[in-house]
């Protein structure tokens, strides 16, 4: 998590130093990029979020995004979004008749504290008024097939 602070320290400083014309011409092909990634996102890639204590995974592919933890081992379903891109962090929220739920995943390594395993992707959820911060992945093609 410090090394992603790090990294994003950085690339605020590199993007200052920019001048004015080139900050827009980045900031129009970054949003282009990002909005062409979060069309196609839901369509061909199925991510996973997931944390520890407590215990909690949701699973975001085209049939919408499902919340599952301990006490909820049925978990909450909420109906299929498109993410919203915003510079490196694609977003979800989404409503159903159980609350509402918000996630957001980026680029940067992160351990889950259990296994030796280091996941390219942070994720932080918000399910309700619960905020859970953990590690995220990604797997192309078929919806629930996870890499890893």
């Not at 379903?77 to 694609?90: I, K, N, Q, R, Y």
């Not at 159903?96 to 259990?114: E, N």
Request: aromatic content about 6%.
């Amino acid at each position: 998590m410090r090394r992603s602070c790090v990294l994003l320290v950085a690339l605020l400083a590199v993007a200052a130093a920019c001048s004015k014309g080139d900050k827009a011409k980045q900031t129009d092909a970054s949003s282009s990029a990002a909005r062409d990634t979060a069309r196609t996102t839901t369509a061909s890639v199925t991510y996973r979020a997931f944390g520890n204590e407590p215990f909690w995974a949701v699973t975001i592919d085209p049939q919408g995004l499902h919340f599952v933890s301990p006490d909820d081992t049925a978990g909450t379903h909420f109906p299929g979004t498109e993410p919203v891109a915003s510079g490196d962090t694609l977003h979800w929220a989404a409503k159903s008749d159980r609350g509402s739920i918000d996630v957001r995943i980026w680029p940067g390594q992160c351990s889950d504290g259990m296994s030796d395993k280091v996941w390219s992707l942070v994720s932080a959820v918000r399910l309700n008024e619960v905020l859970f911060a953990g590690c995220a992945d990604q797997s192309l093609g078929q919806p629930g097939v996870m890499s890893h």
